[in-house]
């Protein structure tokens, strides 16, 4: 009987290497004004819209921290204010 390689060496391209991006590169889009690239078309329109040249338009209610994404804030209370209610300050 013949012995036989491991799965890794049948595949060249295992989702691990894909992971760490040894595969291929993959086309990124562009911000045109401040050049942020995004893997997604829909990420860049979002920042194009929300985010681009934008002030910071909402701030976590425990510290003087503000962010351009409602999401970022949230996340920011859930790891560095654990156990306080979670909600933002909307700067608008």
């Known amino acids: 009987m013949e012995s036989k390689g491991s799965d890794d060496d049948e595949k ?3 989702s ?6 040894l595969k291929c590169t993959v086309d990124r889009h562009m911000c045109s ?3 942020k ?3 997604h078309a829909w990420h860049l329109k979002r920042h194009t819209k929300f985010e681009c040249g934008q002030e910071p338009k909402v701030q976590c209610p425990y510290c003087a921290v503000k962010m351009k994404q409602r999401g970022h804030v ?8 654990r156990g306080k209610n979670v909600y933002v300050i909307d700067l608008n």
């Open 12 to 14: 060249p391209f295992s």
């Open 16 to 21: 691990r290497s894909r992971r760490n991006g």
């Open 33 to 35: 004004r401040c050049s």
């Open 37 to 39: 690239s995004y893997i």
């Open 74 to 81: 949230y996340r920011h209370i859930r790891q560095c204010h």
